[in-house]
């Protein structure tokens, strides 16, 4: 009895040493399924809730509650995102604290049926902004994700960009499809927790956690940076014509070359030898 107690904890301690450190972030059922598992597939996507919500203006940056509402950041994203409409914005890895890119893309481990995989996303395309009630967005997104060099066929993403308060900015969408095995399709949920809004050069950053479930299935979380390719100001409007009409052109030039042979004869005809003003009694 004695040697079948030993062997028994003897497996379990081996299995310990097998599967590592990763048991503490993985679910019961995981570590049942896969109990040897020694990659990141499995470990639970985690996002931080940012302290404070700094905004960027006239080259300045500050704690926005120190001087904003949230009606203010609202309208500000608002002419964000309507400045960049139909335009392509970059995505990165960015880092919390200076707001500079490490990667031009985020990754995500994933596995495509069996096999471990990496899926990045390096941009995204706005294709609508409509405004919604209570201090929400709804914005189309349309992701450029792809894993070991391919490139899936994936629906656009239904974002909702809430501002609850000067504090508290999610954007985050209902999930989207993408087919990336042969069969079924596999859906990917987005939350990104707004803290960083630069309205001079079109930058967003905040903590993000992306999900992946069915044939594909994963997640990630981290820092990333959106990069708008113009800013939150509104455009300057064109108050100049390009060019004249034809009809208009032609009507100029023939009045600039007929005005000055008026003047000369309106100018011969005048006798300066009479004073019309002032008239002495």
Known sequence: MSDKTNKSLIYGLLCLAVAGCNWQNRSFGDIIRHPFASDKTYVQ???????????????????????????????????????????????????????????????????????????????????????????????ILNYNLTYNGQSPECFPSNALVYVKDVNNIIMED??????????????????????????????????????LSGPAFGGGSGYMMLRFPKDAYPLSPVLKAKSMPKALNNAQQYLDEALPQKVEEITETINTDVQIFPIKK
């Open 45 to 139: 996507a985690k996002i931080q809730n940012p302290g404070s919500v700094v905004v960027c203006r006239s080259k300045q940056c500050a704690p926005a509650k120190l001087s904003m509402s949230k009606e203010y950041i609202y309208n500000s994203l608002l002419q964000l995102l309507n400045n960049n409409n139909h335009q392509k914005l970059l995505v990165c890895e960015a880092d919390a604290y200076t707001h500079a890119c490490l990667e031009n893309f985020i990754t995500i481990p994933v596995k495509v049926g069996i096999t471990p995989a990496y899926a990045y996303i390096d941009s995204a395309k706005i294709t609508d902004v409509n405004v919604k009630r209570n201090n929400t967005l709804n914005v």
């Open 174 to 211: 209902g999930g989207y499809t993408c087919k990336m095995t042969t069969i079924g399709q596999t859906s990917v949920k987005t939350l990104f927790a707004i803290d960083y809004i630069d309205l001079d050069y079109g930058y967003i950053g905040g903590y993000y956690s992306i999900g």
